[in-house]
């Protein structure tokens, strides 16, 4: 049963790598359009957030990582060795891979900072011009780095992990542990039932990350949900609509990855402290990460005017080029139709 989980979670994984290349490719062609006096710094942020979505997926491709939750423990792996890698380095692998989840969650937190200092407090929107964005990617490599290195420190097997997996696995997906990339936690002793705090620690430290990310998040978009209106009331139309637009944004975008991004990862995280009899596989939630950065591309096309209006543009222009070739022939016969008759053009000209 397991390997079909694992077989869904490769196609799931295929999906969202394919669709986030193609509108996150849309998207950063489009942002290209845009005016860069009406969105400044934030067109430098959603580029930077469709193209580290778009790492993402293909990270997301060549690991294919899954998850199998057993009672109180939680098996993160792969069963395939990405870029024919020995074991080791696709266990290093499988941590770049929860690098770049940190980082996304870390980025959509900064581009709810932006928006609210562009409405609240103008003066700091310094800190997202030139250099000063090394400040922000900062920011969210720290993160990337806490969430990786303490997944690769504190996930490492022991001799109980190792055992606590070591039956389960060729069971479920007809390999041994000790051939397959993999990292496991143990939240509670097997024998007297004593909290494995080592491994909890991984469980803190991830449940840390997306907590201060969401924090940021909701703290912003209420933020500007009660106060905004008040703000940009002596703006000029024009910049108070793209406001407006881009708050319509910011709401569906906390919605979206709280769904795609945040609370799979907090049913994973949470699971293992309960001390459930469960055994499945739930790698499906882990390929749908990347899946996010294809919808945040899709909501900031559709919400913001500027977007359709560009996308609009271009399909005309493009269908318009497409028809040409199969319009010319016709068009070459109605004209040679129409020359021999001079009334025809008497007649249009009469009734001009």
């Known amino acids: 049963m397991s390997t079909d989980h694992s077989l869904v979670s490769n196609i799931v994984a295929r999906v969202g790598f394919c669709s986030t290349m193609i509108f996150g490719t849309i998207q950063i062609l489009l942002t290209c359009f845009v005016k860069q006096s009406v969105f400044g710094s934030y067109k430098f942020l959603i580029t930077m957030f469709a193209a580290f979505g778009m790492i993402f997926a293909v990270v997301e491709v060549v690991v294919y990582p899954n998850v199998h939750m057993l009672n109180t423990g939680a098996l993160y792996f792969t069963l395939s060795r990405p870029l024919n890698a020995n074991l080791d380095i696709s266990k290093i692998l499988l941590a770049v891979y929860t690098w770049f989840y940190a980082f996304t969650i870390s980025l959509l937190a900064v581009l709810f900072i932006y928006r609210y200092l562009a409405v609240f407090n103008q003066k700091h929107l310094k800190f997202f011009r030139g250099f000063s964005m090394l400040i922000w990617f900062s920011y969210c490599s720290f993160f990337g780095f806490q969430y990786s290195i303490g997944t690769y420190t504190f996930m490492t097997f022991d001799d109980i992990s190792f055992a606590y997996f070591r039956d389960e696995v060729p069971l479920r997906y007809n390999m041994t542990l000790a051939e397959i990339p993999a990292m496991g936690i143990v939240a509670y002793d097997p024998v007297d039932g004593s909290i494995r705090w080592w491994n909890v620690m991984c469980l803190l430290n991830i449940f840390t990350i997306m907590a201060i990310q969401y924090t940021i998040m909701i703290c912003c978009g209420l933020k500007m949900h009660w106060e905004m209106e008040d703000k940009i009331k002596y703006y000029s139309p024009a910049l108070r609509r793209h406001h ?109």
Not at 272 to 284: A, C, H, L, R, Y
Not at 296 to 308: G, P, T
Not at 314 to 327: E, G, I, W
Request: net charge positive.
């Open 244 to 352: 407006q637009q881009f708050f319509k944004t910011l709401v569906i975008q906390i919605s979206a990855p709280t769904m795609t991004l945040f609370a799979p990862l907090v049913f994973i995280v949470c699971l293992p402290m309960f001390n459930m009899e469960i055994d499945m596989s739930v790698g499906v939630l882990i390929c749908s990460f990347t899946m996010y950065p294809a919808i945040d591309a899709l909501i900031v096309m559709y919400v913001v005017s500027d977007y359709r209006k560009i996308a609009l543009k271009l399909l005309k222009s493009v269908t318009r080029k497409m028809r040409k070739p199969f319009k010319s022939p016709k068009s070459g016969t109605k004209s040679v139709a129409k020359r021999p008759e001079p009334m025809s053009t008497s007649t249009q000209v009469a009734n001009e």
